[in-house]
Structure formats: C-alpha cells, structure tokens
C-alpha cells in the first residue's frame, strides 16, 4: 500500500467550533439550486478553491460540522443537503445515488466551479466515488470515509446490514405518510445500493485518499480492497476508532 502522507495532509481535529450550531442552517450562507426537480440546498463558507463536502444517510449538513469549520479557513467549502435529506426534499418515489450524484453534477455548473476537491463521510463517500466515476472533470482530488461498494454482509458489517433490514421492514409497517415514505426510501438507499465494481474504480483518475475505522461498519478489508483498485490512491485505517472518523478533517495538498 502506497503511503498515505505522500499525497495528503491529515489534520486531527476534534475541537467543536463555536459557531458549528449553525451549519445546515444558516440564512446567510444557505441557497437553493433548482435542478432535476428538486430544490437542492447547499451552504458556501470560505474563499479559494471549492471543495465540496457529503454528509451520511439520514444526515445534513450539520454532519459536517467541524470540516466546514476548518477548511473554509482555506477553501470556498460548498456543503450540500443530499436529494431527499435535511432541507432537500424530494416528493419522488424512488432514490439512487446515481441521482444524488447528477445532482452535485448539476450544481457544479450552475456555480461555474469546474473541478473540485471532495471529502465524503459514509454514504456521502459513496457520492465521492460514483462522482468521480460519473463525473470524473468534476473532480480534482478526493478523501472519503466509510464507503462501502456494494449492500451485503461483506460490504458492510453483518450486524449493521441485519440492522438496516430490521430498520427496513419496521418503517414498511408504519402508515404511508410522505415523512414515513421518505425515511423507507432513505434507508432502502444503504439495503439495496450501491453496486459498484472494480473495473469502475480503475476508470477513476483522481488522487484519493480512502479512510476506514478500525472498528467501522465497514470491514477493514472492504476498505483496503477499494483503495487497491483506484490506480492513485492512499489509504489510512484509523486506530481505536469507528463511524467517528468523520471528525477527522483531510485537506488536499495543492
């Protein structure tokens, strides 16, 4: 495995910030792009070159809380609610994260960004990876953590995928409410996808950086197969740690 420093900085930081409650929902910051038949919300912090920042299922951009703190001190952070999640609502029936990622595809040309940095957490790794398998000129660099490549017990943690399959069939019980109908697609997200193959991630071009926890959902080797089979990557196992590598912030060298 080639070496994780070589190609990016990593940047331990676990201090809250001080204004980190207004993240996913701050007036000044907030907008909305009308795309593909949604209103999508995004926040811009910062000034420099834009980096992009993908939250986790059921999350926001609060999620995101202390990377937004950090790198907009460097970086224009443009912070998105995903399709169907936070202030993104999506009145449709169905969900992918192919449709996730057309949606970040979108909202790169309509603010003329051209290509980006991209840090991804759990299922906004996922968005990290199909985007630049989609979109590969909209991305520059990328750091992400807790991806997985496909939906079973290999792919994810055998008591975390039972988990979601419980979670699946408690929220098929409950009256169809659109909120009720919502949260089911949300979760069916993680059941059902993605399905991402190996060949695919030998298509990617960009300098990644790939993070797992040592205690993840995700098995330690799923992630190590991932950053074998991207041709310039890094990866970093995380020590004593689980879905919370999240607060770590990674920065791309320029």
């Known amino acids: 495995m080639k070496r994780c420093l070589s190609l990016l900085s990593i940047v331990l930081t676990f201090t809250a910030f001080t204004n980190a409650q207004q993240f996913g929902n701050n007036a000044a910051a907030g907008h909305y792009c009308n795309t593909r038949g949604i209103r999508l919300y995004y926040e811009s912090y910062g000034q420099g070159e834009p980096l992009l920042l993908f939250h986790g299922n059921g999350g926001s951009i609060s999620s995101m809380s202390n990377q937004i703190g950090y790198f907009s001190t460097f970086y224009r952070v443009i ?132 993070i797992g926890g040592d205690h993840d959902a995700i098995p330690t080797q799923h992630t190590v197969l991932i950053a074998d089979n991207i041709p310039q990557s890094d990866c970093w196992i995380v020590p004593n740690s689980g879905r919370s590598s999240n607060r770590i912030a990674v920065y791309c060298r320029r």
């Not at 169905?94 to 603010?111: K, T």
């Not at 299922?123 to 990876?129: P, T, V």
């Open 79 to 210: 912070a998105v609610d995903t399709r169907a999640q936070g202030k993104s609502t999506d009145p449709g029936d169905s969900l992918s994260f192919e449709m996730i990622v057309d949606d970040f595809d979108a909202l790169i040309d309509s603010l003329h960004l051209g290509a980006c940095y991209v840090v991804g957490w759990s299922d906004g790794g996922i968005d990290a990876l199909l985007l630049a398998i989609r979109h590969p000129d909209k991305v520059k660099k990328m750091a992400f953590t807790g991806a997985n490549l496909w939906p079973d017990t290999t792919g994810l943690d055998p008591f975390v995928f039972h988990l979601i399959e419980q979670e699946h069939l408690r929220l098929g019980r409950l009256p169809k409410t659109p909120e009720n109908k919502n949260e089911l697609k949300i979760i069916d997200l993680d059941l059902y996808q993605p399905h991402i193959t190996l060949d695919q991630l030998h298509g990617i071009k960009c300098p990644t950086l790939v």
